[in-house]
């Protein structure tokens, strides 16, 4: 039987980040994955926004660093990432969101963000074309960006195996043998391991993993749809958000990524619960529809790929990140919900710190938003 000091199940947006934080401080760790690569579940599936204008502390600030990480990626690890720093707005069509979105910015401005009060002309000058029917405004955060999802987890995963990291793909968790109430064997579908620590970063599965220990571990995937356009030259700047509910759907979103091609998503209302892979007819009409209504220059772009993946949601939006008491070798980094992408680099430095016991204060205040241990009653302002 191997042992390791270290096994990560799922090599996914969480779990590659922790693996390379991990090998990059000496540790051995294996990475067990179902799936026949890296990357192949909801990390490839997202669209690669990334913003740390969020509405609390903990997503805040590990959103800070996973920028500065995706930032200086190249420099530090010498690859391409696809890294852009082109924003993201919030344009407001209604009062009630202008109200919402401003009281947010005095908390946003409290927590030190570049993120300003854009009037329709000026929103018009970095996203030129756009809608300025009822348009009363806009949020703009220069700072944030956005990432090629497939050249980064590419990325990750070439820099794990540099610094030693094995994994195994096409294998599944299926049990763990526990000894005193630690865990002593991580069995799969193939083989049995040893580990002195277990990190479960199993994205949809992680509420399974949960049951195999008999704790619960509330993560409910929903599905969500994307789709990319051909590429073109690029005429608009920022991620636009659109907050405004209609039948069918609640936000959309929608960038121009590094290579010219415009990337968008829809959130289902209502939500769509469960893991269902399966491209609808539905989502193409409905969503371009609302793209064309607040921006018509779109009108003439061709869709290349439609794509359908999960957020794994927790009841309040937040991650769930920390120690598991009842098991003490066993940490729980889950519950990404639709941020996963934009989390995970910040995130996998986080967990090295929890798995090290060398949390500071600021850790700790980031781990109490992501307390596995509370009552989920909250609800994050924008999840
Ligand atoms: C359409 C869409 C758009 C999105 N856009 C964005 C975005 O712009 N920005 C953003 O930040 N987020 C976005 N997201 C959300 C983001 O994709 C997820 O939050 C993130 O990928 C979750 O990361 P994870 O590591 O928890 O799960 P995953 O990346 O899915 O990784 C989990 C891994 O665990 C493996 N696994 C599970 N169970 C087992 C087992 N028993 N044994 C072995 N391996 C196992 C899986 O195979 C998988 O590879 C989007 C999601 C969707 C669907």
Known sequence: MKSFDTIVIGAGSIGMPTALNLALQKQSVLVLDIEHGPGQQNNKKAIGGVRATHSDFGKIQTCLRSIEIMRTWHEVFGDDIGWMSNGYSFPAY??????????????????????????PDEYNEIVPGISLDGLRGSTYSP???SCSPL????????????AGVEFH????????ELSESRIDKVITNKSTYSAGTI????????????????IDIPVFPDNHEAGITEPV?????????????????????????????????????PPILGIDNRSTSEFLPLCSKRMLEVYPRLRYLKVRRVWRGQYPMTPD?????????????????????????????????LIFRIYANTLSE??????QSFDPYRDFSGMEAFK
């Open 94 to 119: 209604e009062e009630q969101d202008e109200k919402k979105l401003k009281d947010l910015m005095q908390i946003q401005h409290s927590f030190g963000l570049n993120i300003k009060w854009l009037n």
């Open 143 to 145: 700072e944030d960006g």
């Open 151 to 162: 050249l980064q987890a590419s990325s990750y995963f070439f820099q794990c195996r540099k």
């Open 169 to 176: 793909f096409n294998e599944t968790v299926t049990g763990f």
């Open 199 to 214: 990190i479960n970063t199993a994205g949809n599965h992680a509420r399974e993993i949960g049951q195999l220990l008999n």
């Open 233 to 269: 030259a690029r005429f608009f700047g920022p991620m636009v958000i659109d907050m405004r509910k209609r039948p069918g759907s609640a936000n959309f979103y929608f960038y121009q990524n590094i290579e010219g091609q415009v990337v968008f998503c829809i959130t289902p209302d």
């Open 317 to 349: 939006g937040f991650p769930i990140v920390g120690k598991c008491p009842q098991i003490p070798n066993l940490i729980n980094a889950v519950g990404m919900c639709g941020q996963g992408f934009m989390l995970g680099p910040g995130l996998g430095e």
């Open 362 to 367: 600021s850790d700790l205040r980031v781990l």
